[in-house]
């Protein structure tokens, strides 16, 4: 089963206030990207990138937006920049692409990987909040210069930062580090905010026996996702209305210098 409490204990399943962004870029991994795992005798195993069963193509048929899906299986915050913009998408930040919103579901492949990491796991020293190519190669280091290129790009985008839910065949130490980098971290730039899914979501063996295929989701999983993320983004924005009055200017060259801009 799935337990879900305070902000996704009643799920939103037309997306709610997630509508109000007309373009959303999902900046992740393979569970981000609606992977499947196949297998044959024949060709072994195959891993599959279908768009569109990723929860970011989910939430965009149930709130009509445009969803970008800046994804691909095994990225890490290091070869978003590294492999991925040079190799899959080199437009992801020109003007054609800039998005009203980000979603950023990064980690698991981190923490797989941080050997790759001269600088493992990181600290918040790694970080050069004036110019982020100075940043240190780590996890941290690298995470803080996605945030800080689309800052660059679209300074008044909303960023929403997806820690990595709890499961019962994980280990929590290294799930509770993301959790609390990402609190920390959400709070050094402006409109940014914590989908903490480590508090509020688990899954255990009986959901993953139902809704996992090989360590990735199932279309129904997917589904399961975009419920989920989408009501965590509602929950934000009705409790902070506020700094969501002028979401309809983002990209444009106007705003109304009476509100919170």
Not at 10 to 31: E, H, K, Q, V, W
Request: aromatic share 16%.
């Amino acid at each position: 089963m799935i337990l879900r409490k305070g902000p996704i204990e009643n799920l939103a399943l037309d997306g709610g206030y997630t509508a109000i962004f007309r373009t959303i870029g999902c900046i992740g991994d393979s569970l981000s990207s609606g992977e499947h795992v196949s297998y044959s005798k024949e060709k072994g195993v195959g891993w599959h990138d279908y768009f569109e069963y990723s929860w970011g193509q989910y939430i965009a048929r149930k709130v009509g937006s445009t969803v970008y899906n800046f994804s691909k299986g095994g990225l890490m915050a290091k070869t978003f920049f590294t492999d991925y913009l040079e190799n899959v998408d080199k437009k992801v930040f020109s003007k054609e692409k800039l998005c009203q919103a980000y979603i950023i579901a990064l980690g698991v492949n981190d923490l797989n990987r941080l050997n790759e990491y001269s600088e493992g796991f990181g600290s918040f020293s790694d970080i050069d909040f004036n110019n982020p190519d100075n940043n240190k190669d780590s996890y941290m280091g690298w995470y803080a210069k996605i945030i800080q290129t689309i800052k660059r790009v679209q300074p008044k985008a909303r960023i929403f930062l997806v820690t990595t839910p709890k499961e019962s065949w994980w280990d929590d130490k290294e799930r509770i580090q993301i959790r609390d980098f990402l609190l920390k971290l959400s709070k050094c730039f402006e409109f940014t905010y914590v989908l903490n899914l480590y508090d509020n979501l688990i899954y255990d063996a009986e959901y993953r026996d139902n809704y996992f295929v090989d360590g990735h989701l199932t279309a129904m999983g997917y589904k399961d996702s975009a419920d989920i993320i989408s009501t965590y983004i509602d929950y934000i924005i009705r409790n902070n209305p506020q700094d969501f009055l002028q979401v309809a200017f983002i990209d444009k060259d106007v705003h109304n210098e009476k509100y919170r801009w």
